[in-house]
């Protein structure tokens, strides 16, 4: 039921708008060939602006996923830091408990 709401919204909305556009064309103080060059003129700076639009957005996007990389790439090397500070750690903890096993079963003998 929503769905068919918004699906009605949408064919009035463009109805409207192709009404405003008609009645604007047809109101217009300019001859048809100077709105046509208009129109034209106004869509050509419309895709130029969104095509210098798109390569920033590209351009912000690639530093963004460069800047995530270094960081992704900064967390990995800190948890591989962290495991071996650990590893270390557990190795040395086993060599003294073996050490200490040696020592007290030489000592008993």
């Known amino acids: 039921m929503a769905e068919d709401s918004k699906g009605q919204g949408l064919v009035w909305l463009l109805a409207g708008l192709g009404i405003g556009a008609l009645v604007g064309i047809l109101c217009a103080p300019k001859s048809g060939r100077e709105t046509r060059e208009d129109i034209a003129h106004g869509a050509r700076e419309g895709t130029e602006y969104l095509r210098t639009r798109t390569k920033q957005a590209v351009e912000q996007v690639g530093t963004l996923v460069d800047k ?42």
């Open 68 to 109: 995530g990389k270094e960081q992704v790439g900064n967390y990995v090397e800190r948890g591989r830091s962290l495991v071996d500070d650990q590893s270390n750690r557990v190795t040395a903890a086993v060599e003294a408990g073996r050490e200490a096993y040696r020592t007290a079963k030489s000592s008993s003998e």
